[in-house]
């Protein structure tokens, strides 16, 4: 069975739908997989019991030639900020451990295709981590090192792709959490359009009726394809019509040199032999620097971000950081860095003014990445500083980035590289592009105007199609 759970999503369908396979004999594969990889503990919850009773109501329709949905058998697991009716909805959290959930948007749309959903992968407490570990399930394990992050906040989701317990994970993003394990895990992730996939079961930062402010929801896969299929699946608006997209004269905007962000020279040479790749293949790829003003965009993004964060913080807190916004300003003011605890203080503490000021600039970021698209097709960049580091749970304000040659950066600029997409709301699809000198995986996002998903998805799968060929 390992020879199946090895296989993208398209061809486990394909197995099931010749009868190679059963529906029963896949997610029992997949569960006995997670419990061979408990060290990696990727999967946290499960329903086992549920998932084979619906695994055997496919089987019987098969047999007696019955319709079943795209997604028909296929055994599958979710974020665990994602509801799922009866399992643990806790988003790493004690204080939600014990909530009556129902399914999410996104979960309703898997099943209403036949999938069959039956574990909830770890994220970080609150999913306010790029490592992912809490108190109540504990710490995920990169499987291509363990003694390293998978990323977070969907660092679970990740693992348990690259483990190859899962071929199809769903996941959510507000800085990174589905591009920075991506990364790290060398799978598949695609950030959509702000808005075109339902929040609605999402729970942090709190169990709540309307949209997080830039945060989103979207597939996880080990292929491009597959991240095709989920999205069609899971979207609002699924694109009826299959889009292709070819590399031949592709307008490529390939942005890895930046002073004002880290990268790491190991990601940002692999990066560099990707895009030569891909300018082999027929791209017309053109190194260009910021398409906005970084400053502009970190300050920016940071004062959105934190502001949401700042909502759900306790009472005291709130009172703590209303008391430090004055000392922050002036740190501010004297010239402290966007990436700078003092600027999210600021955010925590912000005002309805300074929220509609930061709006106002998004808007005009926005505006100004519509005009970049007139000239280029994608913008190619980092998913992340560095490749996967070692675990690290000091307090979060004790931590620090550290390069290959041994420089050391706020851990805060790992917001970087996730800014421009979140904050514009642009669709960005994480794929693998090589591996380091390490023999860890390196990422990259494909970005792509508003509304162009399909399109930046077609992009990863001729992208993965020519350089495997190659």
Known sequence: MADFLDRDATDQLAALRS????????????????????DVNAVVSRDVERALREAKLVD???????????????????????????????????????RKAVDACVVERVRKAGAIVWGKTNTPA???????????????????????????????????????????????????????PASYCGVFAHKPTFGVISQRGLVP??????????????????????????????????????????LRTL???????????????????????????????????SPISAPVPPGVLLSTYTMLLFAIMGASVPPLAGVLFEALRGPARVATAMGASPMSW?????????????????NETRAHLRGEM???????????????????????????????????????????RMLEWSALATTCGLPATAIPAGLAASGLPVGVQIIGPPGSDTFVIAVAEAIEKALQAA
């Open 19 to 38: 009868g190679d396979i059963s529906a029963r004999e896949l997610l029992l594969a997949a569960v006995e997989r997670a419990e061979r990889t408990a």
């Open 60 to 98: 019987e329709k098969r047999a007696r030639g019955d319709e079943v949905g795209m997604l028909a058998s296929l055994p599958m697991t979710v974020k665990d900020t994602l509801d799922v009716e009866g399992l643990p909805g806790s988003a790493g959290l004690k204080t939600l451990l014990n």
């Open 126 to 180: 609150n999913a306010g981590d790029w490592q992912t570990y809490n108190a109540l399930y504990g710490v995920t394990n990169n499987p291509l090192d363990q003694t390293r992050t998978p990323g977070g906040s969907s660092g679970g989701s990740a693992a348990a792709l690259a483990a190859g317990i899962t071929a199809l994970e769903i996941g959510a993003d507000i800085a990174g959490s589905l591009r920075i």
């Open 205 to 246: 930062p709190a169990v709540r009726a309307a949209d997080i402010d830039l945060a989103v929801v979207g597939p996880m896969a080990r292929s491009a394809r597959d991240l095709q299929l989920l999205y069609n699946t899971i979207a609002d608006h699924p694109d009826a019509t299959r889009k292709r997209a070819t």
């Open 251 to 285: 307008r490529v905007g390939l942005w890895i040199d930046e002073p004002a962000f880290v990268l790491d020279h190991p990601v940002h040479d692999t990066i560099r032999a990707f895009a030569e790749r891909l300018s082999a293949a027929g791209s017309v790829v």
């Open 342 to 358: 003092a600027q999210g203080v600021l955010g925590y503490a912000a005002r309805h003014r300074d929220w509609l000021a930061a």
């Open 370 to 412: 519509i005009t970049f698209f007139q000239r280029y097709d994608i913008l190619i960049c980092p998913c992340a500083p560095t490749v996967a580091f070692p675990h690290d749970h000091r307090p979060i304000n004790w931590r620090t980035l550290s390069t290959s040659t041994g420089d050391r950066f706020s851990y805060l």
